[in-house]
């Protein structure tokens, strides 16, 4: 599974949009990239997935570059509870013949203040 | 509601002892894992199980074991040969459908911080 790369930390301001960048520059072409985040002694939260394609959800949205060595996780109005360490994740899908574990790092821990 | 739970919250231990941890799901997933986490770091894979009656080592499996008589439940014993049970433990399941490509994702309960001392 390809390696990540996050900031240690982000800030943003409430209600403004939170984008958490992710460079996954030996990501291979049949890798999707994950989202997960993780509140303060909570269990991890699926946030999103992409392969190749932006997508978005109630969550949030996923930018991924053309060149796919790199993507975004775009929150549009952080709030408070929004608060929490956000874990990119590269990886094969098990149809693919990837691993059944996730490798969490340390993320980024994002900081939403009032 | 449709979930994963694991019990306790908190749980204190004294050394040489061993302890189980529940962790159960309604969710009908084939696959379950345990992971642990230590301050400030990400998670480690200590076992799986893709399927009842089966599991597999993780990462850090050492001190550790697991049973998986039923689809729903799959409690992880720390045993007394761990050397740094002292951690936050997090339970998870998927759907495990290596013929979806959405099946990947991992549902997680609400972790147990267990503390020996």
């Known amino acids: 599974d390809a390696k990540t790369t996050q900031p240690t930390s982000m800030d943003c301001a409430e209600g403004r949009a939170a984008n958490l960048p992710c460079n996954h520059s030996?990501?291979?072409?049949?890798?999707?990239v994950y989202w997960y985040r993780q509140i303060h002694s909570q269990g991890p939260q699926y946030i999103i997935h992409?392969?190749?394609n932006n997508e978005t959800n109630e969550m949030a949205s996923l930018i991924i570059t053309e060149d796919r060595k790199s993507s975004t996780l775009i929150l549009p109005h952080a709030t408070l509870r929004d608060t929490a360490v956000y874990y990119c994740?590269?990886?094969?899908?098990?149809?693919?013949?990837?691993?059944?574990?996730?490798?969490f790092g340390k993320g980024t821990k994002l900081t939403v203040n009032p | 509601d449709g979930g994963i739970t694991q019990s306790p919250k908190y749980l204190f231990r004294k050394e040489g002892q061993n302890v189980t941890l529940s962790c159960e799901q309604n969710?009908?997933?084939?696959?379950m894992y345990w992971y642990r986490q230590d301050p400030g770091q990400g998670l480690r894979l200590i076992y799986y199980?893709?399927?009842?009656?089966?599991?597999q080592k993780g990462d850090i499996a050492e001190g550790y074991s697991v049973s998986r008589e039923k689809k729903e439940s799959f409690p992880l014993t720390v045993t007394s040969a761990q050397k740094n049970p002292t951690a936050f433990y997090l339970c998870?399941?998927?759907?495990?459908?290596?013929?979806?490509?959405?099946?990947?994702?991992?549902?997680f309960g609400p972790g147990t911080r267990l503390t020996v001392t």
């Open positions: 998870a399941s998927s759907m495990g459908d290596r013929a979806s490509p959405n099946s990947y994702e991992q549902y």
């Open positions: 030996t990501i291979s072409g049949n890798e999707y």
């Open positions: 969710l009908n997933h084939d696959a």
């Open positions: 992409g392969l190749k």
């Open positions: 994740i590269v990886r094969l899908s098990l149809w693919q013949g990837g691993s059944e574990k996730l490798v």
């Open positions: 199980s893709q399927i009842v009656n089966d599991f």
